[in-house]
């Protein structure tokens, strides 16, 4: 079946330290592709998405690239802020395969001063 | 921006209560979504709503579980006999069309403790 694998966490770097999030996917068929951010104490917010192979979704300096070679779809980010800090899911959904979204454990993102 | 509603934010209930967890999905939206996430666990999906009925359901939403369309605009999650190993994040979403391959809009989320 479908599944997500993402870096464990916690990540911990500083203010302005560039950010690579791994996340590796599992799919039958062409699945879509998301990030959601969950922020302390907050509902899932969608961050970006992909929809096809070599599309590059990209939101608040964040970007992520879907590879289909490589089947992966790594969040990066060249400068984090304090703000930043939060947990962030990987997701895919696909039309060929139920199961609606299958997320990633999530990995949690702390950005120090 | 348009978005999805949830209620109660926090529900406390005794092993065995039934509860109702309420959502408001996006008001052109077709397409409902449970999903729940035990503390320090991943999201799991747990059913589907498309036209007035199930369209899918995970391993998770046996027949304690059930879903509803009361009206134009609510959603909502009802446990029958709550169990101690269903205290977590119960999060509704909504899209605009077939979610498997459109984008999932979520609400913040009941968290829901059972003692």
């Known amino acids: 079946g479908n599944s997500v694998t993402q870096m464990e966490g916690p990540v911990t770097l500083s203010e302005e330290a560039f950010l690579t999030i791994n996340c590796t996917y599992t799919a039958t068929g062409y699945p879509s592709l998301f990030w959601y951010v969950q922020y302390p104490g907050e509902g899932l917010q969608l961050l970006l998405k992909?929809?096809?192979?070599?599309d590059k979704g990209s939101n608040k300096g964040f970007e992520a690239t879907y590879r289909k070679e490589t089947t992966s779809f790594h969040l990066e980010k060249g400068s984090v802020q304090v703000s930043d800090s939060a947990v962030y899911f990987c997701a895919l959904s696909s039309k060929d395969y139920g199961q609606n979204f299958v997320f990633g454990p999530g990995t949690r993102l702390s950005v120090l001063p | 921006e348009p978005e999805v509603t949830q209620t109660p934010s926090h529900q406390v209930t005794q092993m065995g209560q039934e509860v109702i967890l309420r959502c408001v999905p996006i008001?052109?939206?077709?397409?409902f979504y449970w999903y729940r996430q035990i503390l320090g666990q991943k999201v799991e999906f747990l059913v589907s709503f498309y036209n007035n009925e199930i369209s899918e359901k995970s391993e998770i939403f046996d027949d304690q579980f059930s879903v509803e369309r009361p009206d134009g605009s609510n959603f909502t999650l009802k446990i029958r006999s709550t169990k101690l190993e269903d205290s977590a994040m119960y999060f509704c979403a909504s899209s605009e069309t077939d979610g498997r391959a459109d984008t999932q809009y979520f609400g913040p989320g009941t968290r829901l403790t059972v003692l």
């Open positions: 992909a929809t096809k192979a070599d």
């Open positions: 008001s052109n939206h077709l397409y």
